[in-house]
């Protein structure tokens, strides 16, 4: 994640830049010289990441032309590095003039894979050649004004630019390398408004019905006819044409309209970030309990933009934890049953039956290998919203719902350093079609699309299946190869929780094509596993993280404590925190933001606290044996303690012994190979007729003791 708002830092040899497919690097071979300057070469769409300076050249010590704008968009004009740092020479509006200069490189978005045309500098046609030199071979001749698909970018020499293209060329799609002079780029000027993300509709050019096509050409396929007045969303622009999603007759489609019969509509209503007024702000604040006051007010004090909803569930606290203590209702991942030290401590785990077997000190693994039943403390610690009123911990209360504010450079912030930075390349195994895209582009769409909080959905991915993937995004996994899951839709806890997702994601053993089904791509499991979340989670009440984990006001009164996304206890906290971290390395938390917080009836004075950190729990001895000088023996094993429940019932025993018996040895065994035992050893006995009492006491790892009493009568 970025860490500097306004510096480029040091790289380690090259940065690479995604550009949404291809690496953006020079032809191996060609060093890039460290320069500050170069030559205006290529003409290449971009946008600014962030706010960001322009400068004379390329250093963060040369001087400013002043700020290009979040958004804003910007024409590339070539690149060069200095001390290992990229930086990008670009075109840019900047206090109402057309300024040239640098920006660094990490600060500056590609568009992803546009359209070119092969210009007019082409007098009849344009060699391809199959490496970006002259001497390469010739793959293919394009006519002037043959539109191609631009994959990336080449440098030969400091003022030598390739651009590699996608092509159909004898009707076979083909890619190879134009010199950058001879092909215009579709997309924004420097001071031309980018359109992208913004609504319009179909205007009164059209007389009845609007083609919306596969690609941007009059011969591609009719995927929908659209009438005048429609709605769409434009997701980019390729020369004549808009790339457009829209939803009519109960089908949503993207595809490609022609411009001049879409209007863009006037800026939409946001709500911008001021302040919240006082007045406003006691309204908020009145709504909640006195516990929570403090925390709230001081939030609102560092935060004056940020905005707190009371949800109230009127339900009993007390009550609420009990059902979520439903054994499997909510887990944490531990190692330590399996001899292992780390992850959550035994005190964090459940005991109840189902969970916790006193009688051979086994936990009941519910998910994976190490995921076992929380207890019910550590459910009312997560459950306690006081815990989390805090700037780092309060995020898992945010609203879920999609915004126009919502960026691209945030979603790839959460994405940093997982298997998703980048992009996806595959094989749609529905179709045998190449699939490939960023996996950013990928969230920001589902976001949109299904009217959910794309940096939950990226928040939500990277909980589910990992910084590294796993089986469910492999798309290898055995029986369900080129099936996706991204949000483990479907991975019910138990066994082979893998192989149910990816049968749900394949469409269940009827085949059903709901939600795009089956998920043959990255992309089509990222967007259609949006959609689902939307419509069965956060279009019905369930539009916060804490609130898919902890389902405690629903829309449906008969899906209380049920229908809840996940079963791990600390999902929200976590899912909560890489979002926050997200939106600090952006600079963006004191933006307006929505928090919608639960409030019970009847909660404890202070927060719930969590347990202890302790040891195992178990002090009960699995059987106890009497020897006397006779050499006979009197056991009491594990079937005489009565366990029933979780708990041991009988720790009172009685012997006799012969009168000529004046010693015996007492010894015993232990459940948990945690647990001590005192008390063994030899006991003289009293005189004839008397009774000796011995004790051996269970001591658990956690300090738990068990006391067993033993009466021995000499006869």
Known sequence: MQRNKRRCVEIVAFFLL??????????SGNQVEAATTCKSVITYPGTARTKVNIRKKAGTGYKSYGKVKKNQSVTILGYVTNKGVKWYKCQAVVKNKVRVGYICASYVNLQYRPSAIVNEKVTSKVKVRKKAKTSSKVVAKLDKGTEVKVLGISRQSSSKYWYKVRFTYNNKKMTGYIQSTFLTIAGQDSGQEDVTGKEGYVNDKVTSTLNVRKSASTSSKVLIKIPKGTKVTILGETGN????????????VTGYAVKEYITISSEQEKVENTPVTEEEFATMLAAFPDSYKASIQALHTAYPNWRFYAVNTNLDFNTAVANESVVGRNVIQS????????????????????????????????????????????????????????????????????????????????????????????????????????????FMDAGKTASA???????????????????????TYKGYEGIYNFYNIGASDGTNAVAKGLLWAKGGTTGATSYGRPWTTPYKSIVGGAQYIAKNYINVGQNTLYLQKFNVAPSNSAQLYMHQYMTNVQAPYAEGRTTRNAYNSLGIL????????????????????????????????SGITVVNNDNYTQQFP?????????????????????????????SASKISTYAAIEGPGVYALGGNGSTTTVVITGVAQNGTRQAYTIHIIRQ
């Open 638 to 666: 594990l079937s005489n303690f009565a366990f029933d429940g979780g708990a041991a019932r009988n720790f009172t025993y009685y012997i006799t012994v012969p009168a000529n018996v004046s010693s015996v040895l007492v």
């Open 590 to 621: 004191s933006n307006t933001m929505i928090f919608n917080i639960p409030v019970y009836n009847n909660m404890p004075a202070t927060a719930c606290a969590l347990p202890a950190a302790s040891g195992n729990p178990n002090p009960y001895l």
């Open 241 to 252: 044409w808009y790339k457009i999603t829209v939803t009519y007759g109960g089908k949503t």
């Open 18 to 27: 995604l550009l949404m497919g291809v690496l953006f690097i020079p032809v």
């Open 453 to 475: 909080n794309p940096y939950f959905l990226a928040s939500r991915c990277k909980q589910e299946v990992g910084t590294n993937g796993s089986n469910a995004t492999s798309g």
């Open 335 to 442: 190692n330590y049953p399996n001899g292992i030290a780390s992850l959550a401590p035994f005190s964090y785990l459940s005991t109840d039956a189902g969970a916790y077997n006193w009688a051979n000190d086994t936990y009941s693994i519910k998910d994976g290998s190490n995921w076992y039943s929380a207890n019910s403390q550590v459910i009312a610690y997560y459950m306690d919203p006081r815990n989390f009123l805090n700037d780092m911990d309060i995020f898992q209360f945010e609203a879920l719902s999609y915004d126009e504010s919502q960026s691209a450079t945030v979603v790839q912030s959460i994405l940093n350093n997982t298997f998703m930075s980048g992009n996806y390349s595959v094989i749609d195994s529905a179709t045998g079609a190449a699939a490939t895209g960023s996996y950013v582009q990928a």
